[in-house]
């Protein structure tokens, strides 16, 4: 597509359940990236994908956070066992970089999706 | 582990007067180092990034940064602002040392005042 889609853009759950958070990258882009925005911070690292492996899921929080992209695209987001604490903007981004080192045109954000935890 | 800091939480300046957001980094080589700015509601859009080479780099919306490695700086400068700039901009750093994760400060809001 265009550019980074993400779905859905809003997502209210109740404590204690499971959500997944869909992320459609710029076609042909390889590098996928998942950020986390609590409000009034900067985003914070979660994931990392090349292709379909996870390259560096050093940011994941818990092991309740679990992130696939099967088939090197389309990658999901999943959070187990939700807590308010959870709550934040859930950003993805994805750039054409390959092997080491960043693309020279950086990342492209998708606008994120909003989940809420109540 | 790299650090951003971003001193100003918030900065209000009159449309038209020159414009300066402060960044700051911590990181024992060079660093890759990027500008986003953020519209409610919206994704981060790249304004502008130094890898290396000219320390002077120009962006989009006719923003410019200007790398000081004896500082360890990466300030954003804006000639003349125009309301529309009105949003919050984020200071970014990554590791020259192939991963890939990049770390944000924690924002500055800009707010233009007519």
């Known amino acids: 597509g265009a550019g980074v889609s993400q779905t859905p853009s809003n997502k209210v759950t109740e404590k204690g359940k499971y959500v997944e958070l869909r992320c459609d990258p710029i076609s042909g882009h390889t590098a996928l990236y998942w950020y986390r925005q609590s409000l009034g911070q900067g985003p914070e690292f979660l994931i990392y994908?090349?292709?379909?492996?996870?390259?560096?899921d050093s940011g994941l929080p818990n092991d309740r956070f679990f992130a696939v992209r099967p088939e090197g695209s389309v990658s999901t987001l999943k959070i187990q066992r939700t807590e308010r604490g959870d709550s934040a903007v859930y950003l993805c981004a994805s750039s054409n970089a390959v092997g080491q080192g960043f693309s020279t045109d950086g990342y492209t954000f998708g606008s994120g999706t909003r989940l809420t935890v109540v | 582990a790299q650090s951003v800091t971003q001193p100003d939480i918030h900065i209000t300046v009159s449309e038209g007067a020159s414009l300066e957001l402060r960044c700051n980094y911590s990181?024992?080589?060079?660093?890759?180092l990027f500008w986003y700015v953020q519209s409610p509601g919206q994704g981060l859009q790249l304004l502008l990034k130094y890898f290396s080479g000219d320390t002077l780099v120009q962006g989009i919306k006719g923003f410019e940064a200007e790398f000081k490695r004896s500082q360890s700086s990466f300030n954003l400068r804006k000639p003349s602002v125009h309301w529309s700039d009105a949003a919050e901009y984020f200071c970014?750093?990554?590791?020259?040392?192939?991963?890939?994760?990049?770390?944000f400060g924690s924002g500055t809001r800009l707010q233009v005042q007519p």
């Open positions: 990181y024992g080589a060079t660093p890759y």
């Open positions: 970014a750093v990554g590791e020259g040392t192939g991963r890939r994760a990049l770390t």
């Open positions: 994908f090349q292709g379909t492996g996870a390259a560096d």
